[in-house]
């Protein structure tokens, strides 16, 4: 059972383009995390989230935590090729559970 | 650098041989995690130790084992490969009680191909 899904699975834009990548669930979680993925590489993490209705900005990202903290989403304003790879998203049901990530959204931004 | 350290990063196995993969973490973390990333199904955890001493299943963990050897250290073993195993894998490490608040650290992986 796929208990995040992401949306897009792929997403192919232009330099500059704004983009939104969504992360959705039928359970609630205690907290939720981005991570960026580069071929070769394992994850990295971005942010984590843990209030619901949360917002958080790390440069020409946006992080939002949704208010029944089932879903999230992540904004790109003005996308530059080295935002390229893969996005996954992750939760945790409780301080001490173990994540459940997505399947991840690829991200190409072409000069 | 501090970090998560996976040897080998590249192998290949005949089916039915074994070994090892082995993890290395130095942030002095409490917990290590063992995942395996295959095209369309994400990342999938196969064991993992909450604290030295403990080790539990995950989503897919048939066909592995694990040891905790001490805190620093925590391998993966594939006692009879199969074409199935054929992935990515990826050890990580975090810190009990704030895996969801602080995230994982992951290594570089190993990629390993079963023929």
């Known amino acids: 059972t796929q208990l995040l899904e992401q949306s897009p699975q792929f997403l192919s834009i232009q330099e500059g383009e704004n983009l939104t990548v969504y992360c959705n669930s039928s359970?609630?979680?205690?907290?939720l995390q981005w991570y960026r993925q580069e071929p070769g590489e394992g994850p990295v993490l971005l942010v984590t989230?843990?209030?619901?209705?949360e917002v958080k900005k790390l440069k020409r990202l946006t992080f939002q935590f949704g208010d029944a903290r089932k879903d999230s989403s992540l904004h790109i304003t003005a996308a530059q090729p080295g935002d390229t790879g893969l996005y996954l998203c992750?939760?945790?049901?409780?301080?001490?559970?173990?994540?459940?990530f997505g399947k991840g959204t690829m991200l190409l931004v072409s000069p | 650098n501090a970090g998560v350290t996976q040897t080998p990063k590249f192998q290949v196995l005949k089916t039915g041989q074994s070994m090892t993969l082995q993890c290395a973490q130095d942030?002095?973390?409490?917990?290590m995690y063992w995942y395996r990333q295959d095209p369309g199904m994400g990342l999938r955890l196969i064991y993992y130790?909450?604290?030295?001493?403990?080790?539990d299943k995950g989503e897919v963990p048939n066909g592995y084992n694990v040891s905790r050897l001490n805190k620093r250290e925590f391998s993966l073993r594939l006692e009879s490969a199969a074409p199935s195993q054929t992935s990515v894998y990826f050890c990580?490490?975090?810190?009990?009680?704030?895996?969801?608040?602080?995230?994982?650290?992951f290594g570089s992986g190993t990629r390993l191909t079963v023929v």
């Open positions: 990580a490490s975090s810190e009990p009680r704030s895996g969801g608040r602080y995230g994982y650290t």
């Open positions: 359970s609630v979680f205690s907290s």
């Open positions: 989230v843990v209030t619901g209705g």
């Open positions: 992750a939760g945790a049901h409780s301080g001490y559970s173990t994540l459940t």
């Open positions: 942030m002095n973390h409490n917990s």
């Open positions: 130790s909450a604290s030295e001493g403990t080790t």
